[in-house]
DNA sequence: CAATGATTGACAGTCACTGACACTTTCCGG
DNA sequence: CCGGAAAGTGTCAGTGACTGTCAATCATTG
């Protein structure tokens, strides 16, 4: 079935990188709003149409970041054990977006990125569009497998709930850095406060 | 101080309520995306240049009415007395987001905006990022309230819960329809299930 | 009536994004 | 080694949101 040639795969990948990196310089030096398309595809050494046909927008390129780590999450959370609570699941969800922040550069690249999203107020937008995303289909998921363990599951208070632990870790991602020793901590602290009665 | 020349400002309000109603007409018939603003322009009778005199943005049609009700919402949340808790303090200062749909004709409205901010991911996005200034703006304000009443606030922890709120609202608004006697039992559900501990 | 300031339309320009088409490079069986 | 499909790319033209500018109009006020 169609989904992913490997070998081509990897130098698209690549490629990707390689406008993402260029494309994450000039934001940094210019802004979002102010560095144009035209300006990343001669940077990278390429036409803007072609810059297009390796992202469908200029979003895309610092928000694809974002996706892959969507990604992780979901699957972390579908590995969860079904008799655990809901919000135990989530929080357990969420550690590899603690863990990533160990690796000094993978830190330094998610400062950057955070920086380019605060700024600008069209981007901020997108990224939490996408975050509502990421939560719908968690929700889904969750509402299955309190489904699945015998439970009746309200649809409302899964979602109300999913959205909270979101919160917590945007409350922390906003007010603490991407030091790990303080970010962790920080987000226990609030999901500890918010932490449902009953779920 | 500059803000606000009361008679001019009436008019200028009448003229954006002219826009947006026949704005929202073609959005619910054709789509957001689909409609351009020289179509809007036309329909209302003025050039494209004269629709962005009243309105930043396409985006600002829809999304003025929610500026508004935030700034309601932030007024109410700052009458409630400081004793109160957090928790309660916020989900009184969405009272009128239930009152509200008490009148058919503002349902209806509540109803067709719903609709077609869910049909494009793009205002969706936009929607949730006035949704996030708001909870910022809050969060401050609950924060400095705490601060007056002796409490040692935590910054954090008040940023979470207020997401939190937020999160309530928002599914409440997903799940539950535009019913006043639905809504509002719909969002007292999600609030107990997610009330903090303490604060 | 004349001066003044606000409102407007017309026009031109920028920028994100898309579709069409031609060209080249790569890959693969014969 | 060759011929042709497949994939990647550049060029060009076009759409649509948005902005700056300028001249004309309109209402207000002295």
Redesign the pocket.
């Known amino acids: 079935m169609g989904a992913g040639g490997s070998l081509?795969e990897v130098s698209?990948r690549a490629?990707q990188s390689r406008i993402a990196r260029t494309a994450e310089a000039l934001f940094v030096a210019k802004g979002f709003e102010e560095?144009?398309?035209?300006e990343i595809a001669a940077a990278v050494?390429?036409?803007?149409?072609?810059f297009?046909?390796?992202f469908?927008?200029?979003?895309e390129v610092v928000l694809d970041s974002v996706e892959r780590l969507g990604e992780e999450l979901s699957a972390r959370l579908e590995a969860r054990p079904c008799g655990e609570s809901v919000w135990d699941s989530l929080r357990r969800a969420f550690d590899p977006v603690v863990e990533r922040l160990a690796d000094p550069a993978v830190r330094e690249r998610d400062r950057v990125l955070h920086e380019i999203v605060s700024a600008s107020p069209r981007l901020l937008a997108a990224y939490l569009g996408r975050l509502d995303l990421l939560q719908r289909s968690l929700s889904e998921l969750l509402v299955e497998r309190a489904g699945r363990s015998g439970d009746e599951p309200d649809a409302v208070v899964v979602r109300a709930i999913v959205g909270g632990a979101f919160a917590c870790l945007q409350a922390a991602s906003l007010h603490c850095g991407t030091d790990p020793e303080v970010f962790g901590p920080c987000l226990d602290r609030t999901m500890e406060a918010l932490r449902p009665v009953a779920a």
Chains 1, 2 share one sequence.
């Open positions: 081509r698209r490629v560095t144009t398309v035209d050494g390429m036409s803007q149409r072609s297009f046909r390796y469908a927008s200029k979003d």
